[in-house]
C-alpha cells in the first residue's frame, strides 16, 4: 500500500510569490490535514479535509487555503509568501475518524522564502 | 484552553536504563492521546495510542485523568530508540495539538 505522497519535496520561492502544495493520501482515506512544522512553534495545525470539505481550521491568516479533490488529494495554497513562512508542511490522512487509526503522515514538502 | 506540554527538550540516557517522557494536557472532555517518532530523517510516524493500549517497541503508555498525563515509558533504552518523540492530542475532527517534542538520546 502506497503510503502518503507529497509534492514537491522542495521548493524555493520568493516574498511576495504564491505556492501551491500537494498531498496525495493513503488509498481509501478520506481525511486530509495539513501541518506547519517549523524550530520555533513546532507542529501547528493549518486545517482538515473531509469528502472535499474543510471541517476544521487552525489560527492561521486567510493567506492559507486549500482544497480536497474528489479523488481525496489535497492541494493546499499559500499567497502572498512571508519570510516567516518558510518551514516544512506536513500531510496527514486517515480513513475519516482519525482517533480510532491514527494518522499516516507524509514526508513533508520543504518551502524556503527568501 | 486544548494543549499539550512535554516539558523536557532533551532526554539522555545509557543504553539499558529505563526511559520517561512525559506529556501533560489541558482538555475539556475525553481525550484522545498519540505517541510520534521521528527518527532521523524520516517521517513522523505513529508509536502509540491510548484507545489500543499497545505496546510498541517495548514502549508503553497509560492515560491518567486525574493527573492529565500520558508519559511515555520503557524499561531498558536501546540505541535505535534515539529519536524525536512528539505527544499529541485530538482536539476535534481530526485535528492534532502536538506537543513542542522530547528528543531523546540514548548513549552506549
Known amino acids: 500500500k502506497a503510503g502518503v505522497t507529497q509534492t514537491p519535496r522542495y521548493l524555493i520561492k520568493t516574498r511576495g510569490q504564491q505556492v501551491t502544495l500537494s498531498c496525495s493520501p493513503i488509498?481509501?482515506?478520506?481525511?486530509v490535514s495539513w501541518y506547519q512544522q517549523t524550530p520555533g512553534q513546532g507542529l501547528q495545525f493549518l486545517f482538515e479535509?473531509?469528502?472535499?470539505?474543510?471541517?476544521n481550521k487552525g489560527n492561521f491568516p486567510g493567506r492559507f487555503s486549500g482544497r480536497q479533490f474528489s479523488n481525496s488529494r489535497s492541494e493546499m495554497n499559500v499567497s502572498t509568501l512571508e519570510l516567516g513562512d518558510s518551514a516544512l508542511y506536513l500531510c496527514?490522512?486517515?480513513?475519516?475518524?482519525?482517533?480510532?487509526?491514527?494518522?499516516?503522515f507524509g514526508s513533508g514538502t520543504r518551502l524556503t522564502v527568501v | 484552553a486544548q494543549r499539550v506540554t512535554q516539558p523536557e527538550k532533551l532526554l539522555s540516557v545509557f543504553k539499558g536504563a529505563p526511559v520517561e517522557l512525559k506529556c501533560n494536557y489541558s482538555?475539556?472532555?475525553?481525550?484522545?492521546l498519540f505517541w510520534y517518532v521521528q527518527y532521523s530523517r524520516q517521517r513522523l510516524q505513529l508509536l502509540l495510542r491510548?484507545?489500543s493500549r499497545e505496546s510498541i517497541k517495548g514502549f508503553t503508555a497509560d492515560l491518567n485523568k486525574g493527573e492529565t498525563s500520558f508519559h511515555l515509558k520503557k524499561p531498558f533504552a536501546q540505541e535505535e530508540d534515539s529519536a524525536m518523540y512528539y505527544c499529541?492530542?485530538?482536539?476535534?475532527?481530526?485535528?492534532?495539538?502536538f506537543g513542542a517534542g522530547t528528543r531523546l538520546a540514548v548513549h552506549p
Open positions: 496527514a490522512s486517515s480513513p475519516g475518524q482519525g482517533g480510532d487509526y491514527g494518522y499516516t
Open positions: 488509498s481509501g482515506h478520506r481525511s
Open positions: 479535509y473531509f469528502s472535499e470539505t474543510q471541517r
Open positions: 482538555y475539556s472532555g475525553s481525550p484522545e
Open positions: 491510548h484507545i
Open positions: 499529541a492530542l485530538r482536539g476535534g475532527y481530526n485535528k492534532l495539538i
